[in-house]
């Protein structure tokens, strides 16, 4: 027996049907790959923030919905988003307000023995090159210069304040100055197009603690 026009017309819009659900389920698949391996995209008007802990004892912390777990000490945390506004952040066991504005980055700084501190990151567009920033939390003016003292690479950083160069990716030795008196060499530092490496100075007088904070290595 043929099948008839109208089982003809049936089949088609059922196979029609079966093709169309298929294919949402593979996009549902690959959107949840992606998820998984590039996290949740922050919805637009975000604010981002981060952890760094100069301290020496691990500590978790939360900022509205935003929770920066197991940090520690001389670490920093990935960037977590919320929608810009006022929050109340809680660091370690210290509860600070901060203000944060939508489509900015920050970081909290936990310092041992102060109030946690929060510092805008100002965002590194630039994908040929790469991004030194030194953000000087200390008492005393820094420049980071090339290990030998010849170069300045960021030059005269004033307390609470930061200085920032574009540079190419390179591997070079650094150390911190106060003037042309070397204060200590800084760990090396891998630079690559399009990252910024934040060195963050901590401390008072003589007794300065530079670290690098970078956001932490992919891990699956």
């Known amino acids: 027996m043929k099948p008839s ?33 590039y996290g949740p995209t922050a919805p637009k008007g975000s604010a981002f923030v981060r952890v ?19 940090v520690g000490p001389l670490g920093s945390s990935d960037f977590g988003f919320l929608p810009g506004g006022d929050y109340s952040a809680q660091v370690g066991s210290q509860t600070v307000p901060v203000k944060l504005a939508a489509d900015h980055y920050y970081t909290i700084v936990a310092l041992p023995g102060a109030q946690p501190k929060l510092v805008e990151e100002p965002p590194f567009k630039n994908k040929q090159k790469a991004l030194v920033r030194v953000q000087n939390l200390s008492d005393t003016k820094v420049t980071l210069k090339t290990a030998d003292g010849k170069t300045a690479v960021v030059e005269d950083v004033a307390p609470a304040a930061r200085g920032d160069r574009e540079i190419n990716p390179v591997n070079v030795k650094l150390a911190l100055f106060n003037g042309t008196q070397k204060i200590s060499d800084v760990k090396p530092v891998t630079l690559a197009r399009g990252e910024a490496v934040a060195l963050y100075v901590t401390g008072s007088g003589s ?11 992919a891990t699956e």
Do not use: M
């Not at 017309?9 to 298929?22: D, E, H, M, P, T």
């Not at 020496?56 to 197991?70: D, R, Y």
């Not at 007794?207 to 290595?217: D, G, M, N, Q, T």
């Open 52 to 70: 760094y802990n100069a301290g020496s004892q691990e500590i978790n912390a939360t900022v509205g919905t935003a929770k920066l777990s197991e």
């Open 5 to 37: 026009i109208t089982h003809a017309i049936v089949n088609n819009r059922l196979g029609k049907a079966c093709a169309f659900v298929l294919v949402g389920l593979l996009a549902a698949q690959v959107h949840a790959d992606e998820a998984a391996l």
């Open 207 to 217: 007794k300065l603690s530079p670290v690098w904070v970078k956001r932490p290595a």
